[in-house]
T-cell receptor, first 114, second 118 residues
Framework: QKEVEQDPGPLSVPEGAIVSLNCTYS??????FMWYRQYSRKGPELLMY????GNKEDGRFTAQVDKSSKYISLFIRDSQPSDSATYLC??????????????FGKGTHLIIQP | NAGVTQTPKFQVLKTGQSMTLQCAQD?????MSWYRQDPGMGLRLIHY???????DQGEVPNGYNVSRSTTEDFPLRLLSAAPSQTSVYFC?????????????????FGEGSRLTVL
């Protein structure tokens, strides 16, 4: 079983819809959770960062962590065609990500239809 | 600032050939790393460096060499290319092992190098 599971999609929704992207994980040592966004033919870029359980909001984006269920989510409100990208969850036991890198999910390909 | 710059963007090799993927960053980051991204596999760490002169292996190091003679550069060498090394390679850097100004340990990625081995 992979440490981080993420549905690869594609997930296709109409513009303006609320999008929910999710990851599950098995390593209870993970405390730091991130979402990276990757546009086609580009490198990933950090979108959201959260520590431990709870919610964090940034504009149209909300990151949610439920450590008891080992489940993290990213919600996108009022989705726009420019949100079309691959979203990768990533996690670490260390606040700075540690030396041996983050553990990434496979990424969910999101398509927002105009 | 250019950020993280990777060259070449595209490369086709024959089995057994060797080549070097170049990575340079202008952010004075201590930490640099190489990932490969394959369909259905996600991002996997190949090698990383926590500073000039210091390198270590990641999850999938076999068939690759790295060195770090300067803070700015972190080349990845394929010694004898194999079809299994067909992938998109990303170089990424961060300020250091600590969290940085925002405490996130944000990784900054290059745009990737697409390698095909025939």
């Amino acid at each position: 079983q992979k440490e981080v599971e993420q549905d690869p999609g594609p997930l296709s929704v109409p513009e303006g819809a609320i999008v929910s992207l999710n990851c599950t994980y098995s390593n209870s040592a993970f405390q730091y959770f991130m979402w990276y966004r990757q546009y086609s033919r580009k490198g990933p870029e950090l979108l959201m960062y959260t520590y431990s359980s709870g919610n964090k909001e940034d504009g149209r984006f909300t990151a949610q962590v439920d450590k008891s269920s080992k489940y993290i989510s990213l919600f996108i409100r009022d989705s726009q065609p420019s949100d079309s990208a691959t979203y990768l969850c990533a996690m670490s036991s260390y606040s700075g990500g540690g030396a041996d890198g983050l553990t990434f999910g496979k990424g969910t390909h999101l398509i927002i239809q105009p | 600032n250019a950020g993280v710059t990777q060259t070449p963007k595209f490369q086709v090799l024959k089995t057994g050939q060797s080549m070097t993927l170049q990575c340079a960053q202008d952010m004075n980051h201590e930490y640099m790393s190489w990932y490969r991204q394959d369909p259905g596999m996600g991002l996997r760490l190949i090698h990383y460096s926590v500073g000039a002169g210091i390198t270590d292996q990641g999850e999938v190091p076999n068939g690759y060499n790295v060195s770090r003679s300067t803070t700015e550069d972190f080349p990845l060498r394929l010694l004898s290319a194999a079809p299994s090394q067909t992938s998109v390679y990303f170089c990424a850097s961060k300020i250091g092992l600590a969290g940085g100004p925002r405490g996130t340990g944000e990784l900054f990625f290059g745009e990737g190098s697409r390698l095909t081995v025939l």
